[in-house]
């Protein structure tokens, strides 16, 4: 789902999960989904670090509600790439269910050919004009040009902060790296409510990100009316309104390459501990419409503090994929050190 506000990652390796398998066999008759292929409306790093004009994959409802997009990589066959990520959008649909449609309508005929040739033939796909796809690559095109001078290019060492607490803050996020959090939470839509009374934290949500191996990491909302607003402004981007977006932070995780270079030697030159050349950490504060603020030192030791404690989560709390695709309840208490200072996370799921 929130591949949609923060930009747009490649398409991946399909998984093939139990839940996918459910999904294939669950057909929507009279559903029909709309699809296209548009050149982006910005460029974006290559491979090689030159900047190109990359081509994207939309999938959406025929009221033009996004189900889902990605970027095409030019390294990788496109065919098997559009396969890939329609059957990733059936298991994960940016709104609603997960569902097979009985009818696509596509903007090309090398569209239709790709997907008569590899889906099952109960799925009709035709040509046909898309213009709710036009819309939403508009829709798209401010949000992608704000963004593109993003946290790749900022130095960590905002205002008051220092690289003593940049440090803490890495090595908190090398151990969420490890533990994978993404591999237990079925769906960035599976949360937890967080707890924290020394940071006066109360009834937080926080989503954990990257179950399709893209953007991998979690967003933390204040509360439940901002995660469901920040749901409902990624479900309708595609209409081309500027949609109302709650604060939030943000934690990710990206590749070396995608960094600048001051600010991969800053990293370098401080020693900052990584998980690996894939797991170059983020914080991110975003204010309403996607701007983004300077970070301080509390908004490093606060990302701190949930990268610990959710790792723990993930290493003490067994089965916590089944437990949610169960809708079992569950909690947890995490005791963890930041700043020198012993900090209580308590986790929720489900009706507690």
Known sequence: MFCAVYGFAPASERR?????????KESKKGVEWIAGCMLSPTEVPGHDGILFRPHVLMWAMSD???????????????????VDHFYDVTENPEIGQPHIPSRIRVNSQDLVKTLSDALDESIEVVCGPTPELDAFIEGMAGHLNEMSMGPSDMSYLDGDVTPAVVGSFFEAAAK???????????????????????YNVSDAVVSVIGQLDESLGFIVFPDVDAFEMFQEAASYMGEGEEPQLPPHMAVDFDKSEN????VRQEIADHKWVVANEAAYPNVLCVDENLSLRERTPQDFAFAECLCLA???LVKNVSNIEEMFMEGDAFQHAAIVHVAGKKVEVKMRAGDL
């Open 259 to 262: 960094f600048g270079a001051d």
């Open 16 to 24: 093939i999960s139990p839940r996918m398998m459910k999904t294939r």
């Open 176 to 198: 969420l790296y490890k533990a994978a959090p993404w591999k237990h939470f079925p769906d960035d839509e599976d949360v937890l409510m967080i707890d924290i009374p020394a």
């Open 310 to 312: 959710i790792a723990d």
């Open 64 to 82: 033009g509600r996004m189900l889902g997009a990605t970027l095409l990589d030019p390294a990788v066959s496109s065919s098997e790439q559009i």
